[in-house]
């Protein structure tokens, strides 16, 4: 530090110190990190989480909904809102990272569509 200011002196010029300005993300990038199955980590505990989040709503809400609503769109909504909501949920409380809301929704938009069109396409093949 001596030499620069040394250097500074015999040079006699000032120097403005700046930092680098800080890039906030655009709403395109942060909706193409968050539009796919990234962000769930492929362990065994994060499989058994979600096989409890799908059983949970398969034994517990899906019954509920199928009281009001036909069978096909009960497994539609049970899994398309619910389970996906479940789910974005759990990862958002195990994870250590804790990604801002609008993460948590694209996250839910893309798990409810896949979830939701998965069980309506295999619903109507089966039922």
Known sequence: MANFDRKLKRDKKEYQFTTKPIE???????FRENF????????WKS???I???????????IPMLV????MLTALTLGHGVLTSL???????????????LSALFIRYCFLALVLGLASFVTG????
């Open 24 to 30: 906030k993300k655009k709403k395109s990038s942060e």
């Open 36 to 43: 796919n199955l990234k962000w769930i980590p492929l362990n």
């Open 47 to 49: 499989i058994l989480f």
């Open 51 to 61: 096989i409890i989040d799908y059983m949970a709503v398969s034994f517990i809400f």
């Open 67 to 70: 009281q009001k609503y036909n």
């Open 86 to 100: 479940l789910l974005v949920l759990t990862f958002y409380f195990i994870n250590e990272e804790k990604p801002p």
């Open 124 to 127: 109507k093949f089966i039922l």
